[in-house]
Every structure is written in structure tokens, then in C-alpha cells.
């Protein structure tokens, strides 16, 4: 027998489909309509009462072959007394199928099959199987319903799950956010303070400094010791907890350096890169940053390191740009920095001054993505030159924000500006 | 030919040309970000080629994340691999006038053609 499928027989709604798929099914397979009709309304009498003498019935459809040709096979499969019940009371039953008989049980199943001669010897063409199969397998409303039912059970466990990994991620995410806001104010804390840069009587300065929400690691520093100021600007990859350690221990390493009267660039930056380079392995992170350092006395400004062109604004407006990439290279890439470090020395007179920035600001996006830019901070710089290091500041900073306008902060911003007084 | 494609940005692995090009402007947030692009890099390197050459003509803006990725590539090759590593940029492109230097002198083997 080539099975087309089976039908549960457990209420009234699957009666009914079983009704209209044997009509449909058999309509497909025999040529004469009104049989199908007929054996139809038959094999839903007897599945009726099956249904109500019997907890569990089923009905198997099928194409048979045998000594008439081929035949739609229905076979009963209920307990033996439901299934001889229901014989009793659908006295017609025989009248209707060509060939009624009992088959030898299956499992608990009593099995009762029931054969249509459809008129023909050979089988129908695999075509025709399989249309008719998907029409008795074809699943009823009510039993997508109950699939239905079933997925939305296994969502909506599913949706709970998600809802507590959710709940896990913000409080991660609040943990995190504590952790930068923590590290925003480790970054601002270690800045500078105002009556410091004061007390240095030769050079007007003044520094600004904005994380961005994700905050970078931007540091900047002024150090005044035995005459000799030392400026560092600097800026390590990235975004986030690291970025901000190795700003503070940047900040540290640089403030030794200075304390020991380091005052070779090689030898200080080298040593520098040494502390950090091994920090970075040790925290097995991928970050480095860019640094330069400026150490001024009387006038006279030795620039090393690499880092964004340095700016320096002379009496009048005039700019000079002062490339620093064979100045040094980036700090904690490499364990050998040597042979990159150079100085460039920069004379300055009354009047004259350095601009010292990281890329948060020329690299500050607007709307439509596009960068201050580094012609554009030396235009500000030098229609302000006359003004004061603080109000320079503040007009270079009114500036870059006017750029940026709605657009979020990608970066920290960072400004230093020094003037020779 | 491999891609991996976002907003701004294309990278094509090209094997018949041995060639990696980078397009658009990369601006990925942080290492993890970069990974898929640092892993086709190892992945090419890893390859039985002998040269691989990067093209960064196209490439208009490349954050420090991305530079840092790429010197560690170099790196990777200067200690681990015998490869022939040529890299093509441009002047014109404010990030890759200041960065080409950084690679060569981290790849002194390394090969460049600049417009």
C-alpha cells in the first residue's frame, strides 16, 4: 500500500476535514464525482461514531494495488470493540466500499480496511500521489491553531529568557557607564589646575579638555619645574577603560621623567615608550597613543614625539605648521623607538604662540560628515592671534561645536594654546 | 575574491592579484571592531603567497584604531613572515602622508608606491 496519509479522528472539526479531504482526494484519484461524494459522507458516518465511543481512533488513507487494479484504501484503526461498534452502527458501510476486511492487528490498533476500486491497473503518476498526499496531510485550521499555540508557548518562554539576559546587559551596561564616568573624572582630575598654569609668568596658557561619551584617552599636561616648562599632548587608540588607564599612566610616566630632570628627548621618550610598551603587553591590549613633548625655557621651545602638526601662530596671524612624524613615533607599538626620535626647536617672540590639539578637534565631523580640518583650525587660530590664551581657546572650541553643530562627539577634544608673553 | 563591507567602507581580498584594497573611510570603534578585517589580513598572510600587496588609494580616512591594526600587521610580518609586502598611497590623503612613514619603519622591507 503507498500510504497518503493519516487522519486523527478526535473531535467534530477534524470529522469534518477528514470529510473534505477524502472528497477532494478521491475527486483527484476516481473520475466518477458522485462516489467520492458517497464515500465520503460514509467514511465521516463511521469516523462520527468512532469518535464517540473512543478515546483514540485514527484513519490511514492510501492507494492499494491488487487483483481489480488499484483501489483508494481506508483503513480504521481504533480498539476492537469501538471498531466493532461502529460497524453496528453504520449498517451501509458495506454497500458503500467494493471490498470490506479486517486486518491483522498492529500494535494495540484494530485495524478495519475499507477498498474503492478506482478503475484503473497502474498507479497514477507521482504527480498525482503527491497532490493527493498534500491534500490528506494538508493540516487543518485547528491544528495550525495548535501548532500555533504551541510555537507562541516555546516565544514566549524564549522571549523570558531574553528578558533576563536583558536585564543582565543593562545592568553591564550600567556598571560600564559607572566605570567611564569614573574614568571622565580620573581624566579631568589629573588635568592641570588653573593657578598652575598662572604661576608659569613667561607663557599665557590655557587647556581644554572634553570626553567624548565613550570617552578616548586624551591627556595633556604642563609641568613647571627649575625653569624649564614641559608641555605633552597625547592621545591613545581607541575608546573606553583602557584608553583611559593608559592616559593616567602616561600622565605618570611623563611626570617622572621630569622629576628625574630627564631633559633628552631620546633618552625620555625612549624610556617612556619602554614603561608603556611593556604596561600595553602585560594588559595584552591592542591600544597605543600618539605624545609629543614641548619643553620650553627662555623663549626657546624643543618639540619631540609624534603627534598631530604642531601650530605655531606668530605675531600678525602667520601660521607655521610643524610636522611631527620624524619627531618620534607612536608610544607602545614598538620596543624600539630610537632611531625614530628627533627635536625641532622653535624660537618665540612676544606675541607668538603654539596651538596644541588632538585629532577629536580636526577630525570633528559635522552633518554631513565632513571634518574641521586642520586649514580650517589654523584659520580660526590666526583672525584670534591678538587675543588672549584663554579667549583663543574659547573661540577656537566656539568654532569646532558651531562645525559640529547636531552631530554627535566622536572623540575627546582637546586644546592647548600657550602664548609668549 | 573576499569582502567585507560596511556604511563607508569596502575591503577586497583580491588572491588572483594578491591584492588587499581598502576603500571608503574606516572610522570602526576599537580592536574588536576591527577584528574581521585584521583576520583576513592574518588569513591572506597565512596563505601560501609570497607577496601581498595593500592598496590604500582609495582609502580617504582611516581612524588611530585602524592605523594601529595595520601596523601590527606589519609587525606580524616583519617578525613572523617571509612576505614581499607592498603598500600603494597617496600623499594626497592627509592620514596616509603621516602613516606610510610609521609602516615602513615598522616593515622596513616593505615596498611603497606613493602617487
Not at chain 1, 64 to 69: A, L, S
Not at chain 1, 199 to 216: H, N, Q, R, T, V
Not at chain 1, 228 to 255: N, P
Not at chain 2, 83 to 102: C, Y
Request: proline share 3%; aromatic share 6%.
Amino acid at each position: 500500500m503507498i500510504s497518503l496519509g493519516n487522519i486523527a479522528l478526535n473531535n467534530e472539526d477534524s470529522i469534518n476535514t477528514m470529510r473534505k479531504k477524502i472528497l477532494q482526494g478521491l475527486k483527484l484519484l476516481h473520475e466518477d464525482a458522485i462516489i467520492a461524494s458517497r464515500i465520503a459522507s460514509i467514511t465521516s458516518q463511521m469516523g462520527r461514531s468512532l469518535c464517540h465511543t473512543c478515546s483514540e481512533s485514527l484513519l490511514n488513507i492510501g492507494l492499494f494495488r491488487g487483483t481489480g487494479g488499484v483501489a483508494f484504501c481506508l483503513v480504521f484503526m481504533a480498539d476492537e470493540s469501538s471498531l466493532k461498534l461502529a460497524l453496528r452502527e453504520t449498517p451501509y458501510l458495506r454497500t458503500f466500499f467494493d471490498q470490506i476486511q479486517t486486518l491483522p492487528p498492529y500494535k494495540n490498533w484494530h485495524r478495519l480496511q475499507c477498498l474503492v476500486w478506482l478503475g484503473y491497473a497502474s498507479l497514477p503518476s507521482d504527480e498525482i500521489i503527491q497532490k493527493a498526499r498534500n491534500i490528506i496531510q494538508e493540516k487543518s485550521r485547528t491544528e495550525l491553531m495548535l501548532d500555533l499555540q504551541e510555537n507562541n508557548q516555546k516565544l514566549s518562554l524564549l522571549k523570558e529568557q531574553l528578558s533576563i539576559l536583558n536585564s543582565q546587559l543593562t545592568q553591564e551596561n550600567l556598571r560600564m557607564g559607572a566605570d567611564l564616568d569614573l574614568l571622565k573624572q580620573m581624566q579631568q582630575l589629573i588635568l592641570p589646575k588653573p593657578d598652575e598654569l598662572q604661576s608659569i609668568k613667561d607663557l599665557d596658557i590655557a587647556g581644554f579638555m572634553e570626553p567624548a561619551e565613550k570617552m578616548g584617552g586624551d591627556y595633556y599636561d604642563v609641568l613647571y619645574t627649575n625653569g624649564v616648562v614641559t608641555i605633552a599632548i597625547g592621545d591613545v587608540t581607541g575608546h573606553g577603560l583602557e584608553s583611559g588607564i593608559l592616559m593616567v599612566m602616561t600622565q605618570m610616566a611623563v611626570r617622572t621623567l621630569k622629576e628625574i630632570n630627564e631633559d633628552d628627548p631620546v633618552r625620555f621618550l625612549d624610556i617612556l615608550n619602554q614603561a608603556i610598551y611593556d604596561n600595553i603587553q602585560r594588559m595584552e591590549s591592542e591600544k597605543n597613543l600618539t605624545l609629543a613633548i614641548l619643553n620650553y625655557a627662555d623663549h626657546k621651545v624643543s618639540i619631540s614625539g609624534q603627534h598631530e602638526e604642531i601650530i605655531v601662530f606668530r605675531h600678525g596671524g602667520k601660521i607655521e605648521r610643524i610636522d611631527t612624524i620624524d619627531l618620534g613615533f607612536p608610544i607602545g607599538l614598538h620596543d624600539e623607538i630610537t632611531d625614530f626620535i628627533n627635536h625641532h626647536l622653535v624660537e618665540l617672540n612676544t606675541g607668538d604662540g603654539i596651538v596644541l590639539y588632538t585629532d577629536g578637534i580636526t577630525e570633528a565631523q559635522n552633518m554631513n560628515k565632513k571634518q574641521y580640518g586642520i586649514e580650517k583650525l589654523c584659520d580660526t587660530i590666526s583672525s584670534c592671534w591678538e587675543r588672549s590664551a584663554e579667549d583663543m581657546k574659547q573661540i577656537i572650541i566656539k568654532d569646532v561645536y558651531r562645525h559640529i553643530g547636531e552631530q554627535k562627539i566622536f572623540d575627546d577634544i582637546t586644546l592647548l594654546v600657550l602664548k609668549q608673553n | 575574491m573576499q569582502e567585507i563591507k560596511g556604511e563607508d567602507y569596502i575591503v577586497i581580498y583580491n588572491p588572483e592579484t594578491e591584492s588587499i584594497s581598502f576603500q571608503g573611510e574606516l572610522t570602526l570603534g576599537g580592536p574588536s571592531e576591527y577584528q574581521p578585517i585584521k583576520d583576513l589580513l592574518e588569513q591572506v598572510v597565512e596563505s601560501e603567497t609570497s607577496a601581498v600587496t595593500l592598496d590604500l588609494l582609495k582609502l580617504e580616512f582611516l581612524n588611530s584604531s585602524g592605523i594601529s591594526m595595520l601596523s601590527k600587521f606589519m609587525l606580524k610580518v616583519k617578525n613572523e613572515k617571509n612576505i614581499k609586502v607592498t603598500i600603494l598611497g597617496s600623499n594626497d590623503v592627509p592620514w596616509q602622508s603621516k602613516s606610510i612613514k610609521n609602516f615602513k619603519r615598522l616593515l622596513p622591507s616593505a615596498e611603497l608606491k606613493i602617487d
